[in-house]
Each structure stands twice: as structure tokens, then as C-alpha cells.
């Protein structure tokens, strides 16, 4: 599936590039969303979702940031309970070892917030007990005084020694797509607003 793009404007891309240059500033993420894609062999696909999503974002010098988003695997549900058991018990292993109930992306470098589409972003993804790089792309957005950010990479399940899955007779490809949606909150106010 093709993520939807926000375009920036030119005021949020000016306000952005001024934070990210003036000093290393740390930012909130709330409203996270992450949903994988999980192809079927036999066509179609499926989709676990979960907003069990925590992280922050850093702003270095000359526009990059840094960033770092963590994901309860135990709170994904694909909409059938059986189908939920089995993915969490059986192929993510949550409760095998330290860590398999968690997925953390960080290290996450985004090469410049003066993008006006779609940019390319890498990162380090802790998975089933396994830590490999993955690359992407990324779009941030101004979103009524705020940063939306949506961002989609692919995961191959073997390189992190998961099971391809199967559930009645019908099995998922080794590839599956990561889609993450957060707002980053860049006041105090907002943190504020945030809680309520």
C-alpha cells in the first residue's frame, strides 16, 4: 500500500529548519500508530496494528534529526483473536526471552527536514532478539502548529529469525511493510495539551 504524503509548506519547513539549527532540542512523540502489512502467498494481505507507541525525536545542526520509537508487540491485533494468539505466541515469541514483547526503532537520521516530498531515512531496528539495519523514507508535515510524521520500511521476517506465519493453511510472505504515524510535540504547551 502507498502511504499518503503531506506536502509542507513553506512557513512549517522555515519554522522547522530554525528549531533543528538554533540547538539540540528533544521532542515528545504522541498519537503514534504503527501498522504492518503482512502479504498473503496467495494474494491479498492483512494488517496488525497497535498504538502502543513511545519515542522521541532530537534536532542536531544543519537540519537532521534523531530519533528513536519503541512499540509494545504484545498490543498488535489484526482484527481476528485466534489469528492474534498465534502471531504473538508463535512467531514473535512474546514471553520467550527478555525484549521479544518489544520493537525498537533508533538511530534514526533523517537527512533534512527541507524536503518537500518523500526523503530517505535509515535506522537500527531491535526485533526478536535481533538488532539490523533498515531504510526507508519519511515525510513530515505541519499539521494545525504541529509535526506530523509518517514514515514505511520493509522488514524481511528471516533476517530476524521469524517464522514466515501461517494461519489456516495460508501463509504470509517474508516481506511485510511497517507504516508508523506520530505527531512530534515541539512545546511545552502542547505537551501539556497532550495529557488531558
Same mark, same amino acid.
Given at each position: 500500500?502507498?502511504?499518503?504524503?503531506?506536502?509542507?509548506?513553506?512557513?512549517?519547513?522555515?519554522?522547522?529548519?530554525?528549531?533543528?539549527?538554533?540547538?539540540?532540542?528533544?521532542?515528545?512523540?504522541?498519537?503514534?500508530?504503527?501498522?504492518?502489512?503482512?502479504?498473503?502467498?496467495?494474494?491479498?494481505?492483512?494488517?496488525?496494528?497497535?498504538?502502543?507507541?513511545?519515542?522521541?525525536?532530537?534536532?542536531?545542526?544543519?537540519?537532521? #534529526?534523531?530519533?528513536?520509537?519503541?512499540?509494545?508487540?504484545?498490543? #498488535?491485533?489484526?482484527?481476528?483473536?485466534?489469528?492474534?494468539?498465534?502471531?504473538?505466541?508463535?512467531?514473535?515469541?512474546?514471553?520467550?526471552?527478555?525484549?521479544?514483547?518489544?520493537?525498537?526503532?533508533?538511530?534514526?537520521?533523517?537527512?533534512?527536514?527541507?524536503?518537500?516530498?518523500?526523503?530517505?531515512?535509515?535506522?537500527?531496528?531491535?526485533?526478536?532478539?535481533?538488532?539490523?539495519?533498515?531504510?526507508?523514507?519519511?515525510?513530515?508535515?505541519?499539521?494545525?502548529?504541529?509535526?506530523?510524521?509518517?514514515?514505511?520500511?520493509?522488514?524481511? #521476517?528471516?533476517?530476524?529469525?521469524?517464522?514466515?506465519?501461517?494461519?489456516?493453511?495460508?501463509?504470509?510472505?517474508?516481506?511485510?511493510?511497517?507504516?508508523?504515524?506520530?505527531?512530534?510535540?515541539?512545546?511545552?504547551?502542547?505537551?501539556?495539551?497532550?495529557?488531558?
Amino acid at each position: 500500500m502507498t502511504m499518503k504524503i503531506g506536502i509542507l509548506t513553506t512557513a512549517a519547513l522555515a519554522s522547522l529548519a530554525i528549531v533543528c539549527t538554533a540547538s539540540a532540542d528533544t521532542f515528545r512523540i504522541n498519537k503514534g500508530k504503527v501498522i504492518v502489512v503482512c502479504p498473503l502467498t496467495v494474494g491479498g494481505s492483512f494488517e496488525a496494528r497497535t498504538a502502543a507507541v513511545e519515542g522521541e525525536v532530537t534536532s542536531g545542526t544543519g537540519g537532521v #534529526l534523531d530519533g528513536r520509537v519503541a512499540v509494545d508487540l504484545a498490543s #498488535l491485533e489484526t482484527g481476528i483473536a485466534l489469528r492474534d494468539r498465534h502471531l504473538k505466541e508463535n512467531y514473535l515469541e512474546i514471553g520467550k526471552q527478555d525484549g521479544f514483547d518489544r520493537a525498537v526503532l533508533e538511530q534514526i537520521q533523517i537527512r533534512s527536514v527541507m524536503a518537500l516530498a518523500d526523503q530517505p531515512f535509515s535506522g537500527l531496528l531491535t526485533l526478536h532478539g535481533e538488532q539490523l539495519p533498515v531504510n526507508g523514507t519519511i515525510s513530515i508535515r505541519d499539521d494545525h502548529g504541529k509535526w506530523r510524521a509518517e514514515a514505511e520500511f520493509p522488514v524481511r #521476517l528471516a533476517r530476524f529469525r521469524i517464522q514466515t506465519p501461517q494461519y489456516l493453511g495460508v501463509g504470509v510472505t517474508d516481506e511485510v511493510r511497517v507504516r508508523i504515524q506520530f505527531d512530534i510535540l515541539r512545546s511545552a504547551s502542547q505537551l501539556a495539551g497532550a495529557r488531558r
